[in-house]
């Protein structure tokens, strides 16, 4: 199951204001689309959901968790997360039932990604759900990886590319979960990690354009989604070459 979604599409079809901000679905049903009477997603088993978060200057998100594991990826502004200075492109990495935060937005505002495996039915916000943190704690370890940023190569940067490259940011551990980036010259072609050594994969595009064999080119923050039990995805760059990161998630228990 191999999902892309095109960013100028969603920004055309999905993009809807916020109170401080903007908010746009790429993959997947989220606490904001559901409408009364929809069908909840169950939380067993894989479920994509991929999002865009945009915050104004000044905006804060409180500390939290979620009872999915979670990719988030700053693509525009900067700030800060917890204790870390964030900018284009840092990933940020949480297990489910890892409180972090809070997000609090420079004054030029900050954008990100938010990628998932599994439904999530929304934020629990601390310290109103610490009891529900520490019973977690039983079977769901806390942690965090992090890595960026990671400024997207140029028009000249990726012209001047000539050969494919790959870099582990964030080096896979033992249950699966890494970040590599992958750059890649005009109309070349990269194999990314094999899906079955994790819990699936979104890849971004930071900079340039890319494909996967067969699907139309895919312009910048545009997203791909690669389940477990798929090849390992190929992505074809487009004429202006392309800067990749692919994220993976961790096995699950009963993968």
């Not at 525009?76 to 937005?105: C, M």
């Not at 990690?193 to 354009?209: I, K, N, R, T, Y």
Request: proline share 7%; hydrophobic share 40%.
């Amino acid at each position: 199951m191999i999902l892309t979604a095109d960013s100028t599409v969603a920004h055309r079809t999905a993009r809807r204001k916020t109170h401080n901000g903007w908010h746009t679905t790429y993959i997947g049903q989220n606490r904001n689309t559901l409408k009364d009477g929809d069908a909840v997603p169950s939380s067993e088993g894989l479920y994509p959901m991929a999002f865009l978060v945009e915050k104004e200057g000044g905006a804060v998100v409180h500390p939290h968790f979620h009872q999915a594991d979670q990719y988030q990826v700053i693509v525009q502004g900067s700030g800060r997360l917890g204790t870390h200075d964030i900018a284009t492109v840092a990933v940020h990495y949480t297990d489910a039932y890892s409180a972090y935060g809070p997000i609090v937005a420079a004054e030029e505002g900050v954008s990100w990604f938010t990628l998932r495996n599994a439904w999530d039915p929304g934020a629990r916000y601390m310290p109103e759900h610490r009891r529900q943190l520490r019973e977690a704690r039983a079977k769901y370890q806390h942690r965090e990886a992090t890595c960026g940023p990671l400024p997207p190569l140029t028009d000249a940067q990726l012209a001047a590319l000539t050969a494919p490259d790959m870099a582990a940011v964030i080096e896979e551990t033992q249950d699966g979960v890494g970040t590599w980036r992958y750059t890649v010259p005009a109309k070349g072609s990269i194999i990314g990690p094999d899906p079955a050594s994790g819990g699936g994969q979104f890849w971004l595009v930071a900079a340039g354009s890319a494909c996967v064999p067969g699907g139309a080119l895919l312009p910048v923050q545009s997203v791909v989604f690669v389940a477990p039990d798929d090849a390992a995805a190929t992505l074809l760059a487009g004429p202006q070459g392309a800067d990749l990161i692919c994220m993976q998630f961790p096995k699950r228990a009963t993968d």
